[in-house]
């Protein structure tokens, strides 16, 4: 059961990470960058059920820090 879930986080952070990758990329984006870069490595590294609560503590820690600056 475990194994599924961190495939499942794996892919989404993936998908997400990679997406803030290219726009950071694209716009020249620091923080974009730096959060993609962090949301795809972060569930390779974890177990699947903390994997997934630090992939949603970096996507909304990315989600404040836009709407700060």
Do not use: T
């Not at 990470?17 to 972060?42: D, M, N, T």
């Not at 997934?52 to 970096?58: E, G």
Request: proline share 4%; hydrophobic share 60%.
């Amino acid at each position: 059961m475990d194994d599924g879930l961190s495939m499942f986080v794996m892919l989404i952070a993936g998908a997400v990470g990679s997406g803030l990758v290219i726009y950071g990329i694209r716009q020249k984006e620091p923080v974009s960058l730096g959060f993609g870069v962090a949301i795809s490595v972060v569930p390779w590294m974890l177990p699947g059920g903390l994997a997934a609560i630090a992939s949603v503590a970096l996507i909304g820690m990315f989600m404040a820090m836009r709407k700060m600056l």
